[in-house]
């Protein structure tokens, strides 16, 4: 038999999966003739089967021989990648994309596992090699735009690929993951609506839309769309978990709770569920039996454990077992870490100080107008108090509360900080060139319709000289608290890894002195428009600084406005709970109890606030 017969023999058999017969003939030939076609296709069979160790040589002998063959390259990268060898499809694409030729599926098909293994740039380098109208390959350039978080340039890909594809599923879905992650929920929600018209009607998709929702702060729209899953008899984890989320906005408790049970019957490990059982339902015994092993094992560094060993922490703490709530919050704080370093957002002490002495600069000549203000501003370090005041504030008539509003960052981010590295920067030209552009993008994506806005977005206390150039009718009130409950208070909680500091003690001291050394700045540069009120006054004395901060607004004051807690609002923060009691001075003085733990903290802010001195 000759070469050529015994090859079509083998392949046959591949082709119809008769694999047992194929690896036979495939090895007689390698043995008989040292073929590259015979090592090729039993290179492919085993990654077929799976057999990845036993291809992956295979492919190497083959690729050897024929160093420029784009399929056995194609073929062996797949190979890699599937074995979770991401470091060598990497090698294999860098050192063939330059000699890819102009072949829409081999362009596609390379960019495509470039994508694969998150390398967003090398897969826009071979996507956009040469010139071409392939609706694949634009589709696989909006996913690389997303995976390097390019968001307005995916959101204009999609919207011109919509214009040239009949795929409108996957258009207008991935147009709202885009829009979502912009915060333009509008247009996210639009976009979703959309892509359910295109797709047929199941529970999934009913609980990503609920889910969306809640980003966008509509709870009733998110229980629609909850209750049109539980209409279809969802009974996924998924779905228990979104109602715990909504009931809790609701203020449902119990039905949190059942939901909660639910859950955690098919994930015994749902930090959804050990939260509200351990938060809303006082179950704390319960959350330690069940997660307390997280405390002393070597466990993964995902995010749901990262969430129970806080839970955890928080039910040591209810019973007064304060080291070990400690050591939960500790690592919690140390997973978290990895996190920050893993994605190169390490706080650096010199740049942070640099950025505060560069933000006291940008502001411009104000003229102060003693009106009513269309916009009050409450700014200070997270767990600062600043959700106690909204919802004191947000009892008058005239006031509507915008939240923890993103708008104003947004745009000052991208306007403000490119100036950054140009000394020359007039900032009264500055911002009578941008100051009307700036009110119609922040007022267009608030999107409220009262005499007075409130936006509670702790970390504006950053721009407070850039709100004040912004809006001419506009009071800032800057909450302070003391360093350690505050220190205590933000590493006890699990914040986003952008807020860098919030893991390390040292760096949280470092945070909050050049905090209020920040908002020192504000507060005796515009005394007649910005305000310092102490958390431990207004909950010790709340009626008389509730009175002197509603005067400082030019805002009438009635007694009324303290029982805030009696009337059900939605809270999207950590404080979800502690706005729906009466105020209290529970946490006042909290730190008292972790005296040896915060000691590293105690000794850095006490040096650097003499050195202030």
Request: charged content about 20%; aromatic content about 10%; hydrophobic content about 40%.
């Amino acid at each position: 038999m000759t070469l050529s017969e015994s090859l079509k023999i083998a392949e046959s058999a591949h082709q119809q999966k008769q694999f047992e017969v194929a690896e036979i003939a495939y090895l007689k030939i390698i043995n008989e003739y040292n073929n590259n076609d015979a090592t090729y296709g039993l290179a492919t069979l085993y990654a077929q089967t799976k057999q990845f160790e036993r291809a992956i040589p295979l492919f190497k002998d083959a690729l050897a021989k024929e160093p420029f063959a784009l399929d056995i390259t194609l073929n062996y990268a797949m190979c890699l990648n599937a074995a979770n060898k991401s470091d060598l499809v990497l090698a294999l694409i860098a050192g063939i994309k330059d000699r890819l030729p102009n072949d829409a599926h081999i362009i596609n098909s390379f960019s495509h596992l470039a994508l694969s293994i998150k390398q967003p740039e090398l897969s826009l380098e071979i996507a956009t090699k040469y010139e071409n109208n392939n609706p694949q390959t634009k589709i696989i350039c909006a996913q690389a735009y997303m995976q390097s978080d390019h968001w307005n340039k995916a959101v204009a890909l999609w919207q011109k690929i919509g214009m040239l594809s009949s795929q409108q599923a996957v258009i207008q879905k991935n147009l709202s993951i885009c829009y979502a992650k912009l915060r333009q929920y509008k247009n996210a929600i639009n976009a979703f609506d959309t892509f359910l018209k295109h797709t047929p009607v199941n529970s999934i998709n009913f609980l990503k839309f609920a889910d969306l929702y809640i980003l966008a702060r509509d709870v009733k729209l998110a229980r629609v769309q909850l209750d049109k899953a539980i209409a279809l008899n969802d009974t996924s984890l998924t779905r228990y978990e979104i109602e715990i989320r909504v009931c809790r906005f609701e203020n449902a408790q119990a039905s949190a709770l059942i939901a909660a049970d639910n859950a955690l019957k098919m994930n015994p490990n749902s930090y959804i569920a050990w939260g509200a059982k351990q938060e809303i339902g006082a179950q704390h015994q319960q959350a330690i039996t069940c997660l307390s092993h997280l405390l002393d094992d070597s466990i993964d560094n995902n995010f749901q454990n990262q969430q129970n060993l806080f839970i955890l922490a928080k039910a040591y703490e209810k019973l007064a077992q304060y080291q070990l709530a400690f050591r939960c919050f500790s690592k919690a704080n140390n997973l978290q870490k990895d996190i920050i370093q893993r994605l190169n957002l390490t706080y650096d002490l010199p740049s942070a100080e640099e950025h505060n002495q560069f933000l006291q600069q940008v502001t411009s000549s104000n003229k102060i107008k003693q009106l009513t203000p269309s916009h009050i501003f409450i700014v200070g370090m997270p767990r600062s108090g600043t959700t106690l005041m909204d919802r004191m504030l947000s009892q008058h008539p005239n006031i509507e509360s915008s939240g923890e509003n993103e708008a104003l960052a947004l745009f000052i981010e991208n306007k403000v900080n490119a100036q950054k590295e140009n000394i020359e920067t007039n900032w009264d030209d500055f911002f009578s060139q941008n100051r009307i552009e700036m009110q119609r993008s922040y007022n267009s994506k608030t999107a409220l319709n009262a005499d007075i806005i409130v936006d509670k977005m702790p970390h504006n206390f950053r721009y407070v000289g850039a709100i004040l150039s912004i809006f001419e009718q506009v009071k800032v009130i800057q909450m302070r608290r003391t360093p350690e409950d505050l220190a205590l208070s933000i590493f006890s909680q699990p914040f986003a890894p952008h807020h860098n500091y919030a893991a390390n003690l040292k760096n949280i001291a470092h945070a909050i002195f050049q905090a209020n050394k920040l908002m020192d700045f504000w507060r005796d540069s515009f005394p007649e428009q910005v305000i310092d009120v102490s958390y431990n006054q207004l909950t010790t004395l709340p009626k008389d600084e509730a009175r002197l901060i509603f005067k400082f607004c030019n805002l009438d004051w009635h007694d009324d406005y303290l029982n805030f807690h009696k009337k059900h609002v939605n809270s999207f923060t950590f404080s979800e709970l502690q706005v729906r009691q009466p105020i209290n001075t529970s946490k006042q003085n909290f730190a008292r109890h972790y005296e040896e733990e915060l000691s590293t903290f105690r000794q850095l802010y006490n040096q650097l606030t003499q050195s202030k001195c």
